[in-house]
């Protein structure tokens, strides 16, 4: 068997209960060669023994830490142990498409990218509405001088259909991708350094686009490669902790502080903002009675009691269970090698 080209890091993104469906789905539809790390972020013990039991079935790498990780973290965690030219990274609640690796390096190899991201779908059925196909990513700079941080999102929940009336998806260079699933050369880290740990909750994405053209380098689509997001249903237990944790104010709030700091950006950048605004109501995903208040009341009134009445409760006890002083630095713990062909079982960081 020819050397893989590319090694797979799959790594949490704000829930644990998926992985070992998403993980099935990978093995079942990507061709080899391909080596894959995954990153295991203090998931509670059934998955901790799922993982450990595929590691061994599927002869992956596994490494684990017993506390939560940021989403650069974990992948700064894997990429330090990657030998091959490519990294892969893929969210534990993603469902990859057929063969999703092989168009990504056969882009990066053809048009030298160093980033490379799929067509990106959420929710299910898979492959039916766009999450997002690239968009705008840059620093404006405005009349007054201040900076501003543009990203807009291009066919952002449109349905696949629609969007293909007047648009045919084709490869093309882009400013922004997702990191849902994303190619990166490995040159990329070499030249640019580690992913920024200091971004604990958004935005790193954005800051990898903008580093990675800042060099001079390319971000390409590829859409022959397709992925589906599943954002969560339903919340509970560890899952539930982390995800208001991966989403909390104090986290949104620290990166904002660091984004603003790196890139020189106003002290209200409306970019920001809408981060800002788009973390509240994400988080609010972890309220598993709000699907039945919006059935009770109707679309217009529910949206006006999450405004006035649900948002600023939930983003009052977001606060008191994760105060900004203790949780807005947050130091990488420490990772155990759990299962490695030739090697098990020793602390590696």
């Not at 629609?162 to 998806?169: M, V």
């Not at 030249?191 to 390409?220: I, K, N, S, Y």
């Amino acid at each position: 068997m020819r050397q893989p080209a590319a090694t797979i890091a799959f790594v949490p993104r704000e829930q644990l209960g998926t992985t070992q469906h998403s993980l099935e789905t990978l093995y079942e539809r990507t061709k080899p060669p391909f080596e894959l790390i995954c990153v295991d972020g203090g998931s509670p013990p059934a998955v901790q023994g799922y993982l450990e039991n595929a590691a061994r079935r599927h002869q992956f790498t596994l490494l684990r830490t017993e506390s939560f990780l940021t989403p650069n973290q974990a992948r700064n965690i894997a990429a330090e142990r990657v030998h091959t030219r490519y990294v892969v990274f893929v969210d534990n609640d993603v469902m990859v498409g057929p063969n999703f690796l092989t168009p990504l390096i056969q882009c990066a190899e053809e048009t030298g990218a160093w980033v490379v991201g799929p067509l990106y779908f959420e929710l299910e059925p898979e492959s039916d509405r766009i999450h997002m196909y690239g968009g705008e990513c840059r620093i404006q700079v405005q009349p007054d001088g201040s900076r501003d941080l543009v990203e807009r999102h291009r066919f952002a929940h449109k349905r696949l259909s629609e969007a293909q009336r007047d648009f045919r998806f084709e490869r093309e260079e882009t400013e922004l991708i997702e990191f849902h699933t994303v190619l990166v050369d490995m040159e990329a880290f070499r030249r640019l350094g580690p992913l920024d740990e200091g971004l604990l909750c958004t935005a790193e994405h954005a800051d990898l686009c903008l580093m990675v053209r800042q060099a001079g380098e390319r971000v390409f689509l590829e859409p022959r490669s397709q992925i589906t997001y599943v954002p969560p249903k339903h919340l509970s237990g560890v899952d539930a902790d982390y995800f208001r944790l991966r989403w909390s104010e104090a986290w949104s709030i620290a990166t904002r502080n660091r984004l603003r700091q790196k890139w020189n950006l106003s002290a209200d950048c409306p970019g920001l903002r809408l981060s800002d605004l788009w973390t509240r109501s994400h988080r609010r995903h972890a309220i598993n009675w709000l699907p039945s208040l919006r059935r009770w009341f109707g679309r217009k009134l529910s949206h006006s009691i999450e405004k006035h009445i649900v948002g600023p409760c939930e983003v009052s006890a977001n606060r008191r269970q994760y105060p900004l002083s203790t949780y807005s630095v947050v130091k990488r713990p420490e990772v155990k090698l759990v299962y490695q062909p030739g090697a098990s079982g020793r602390k590696v960081a």
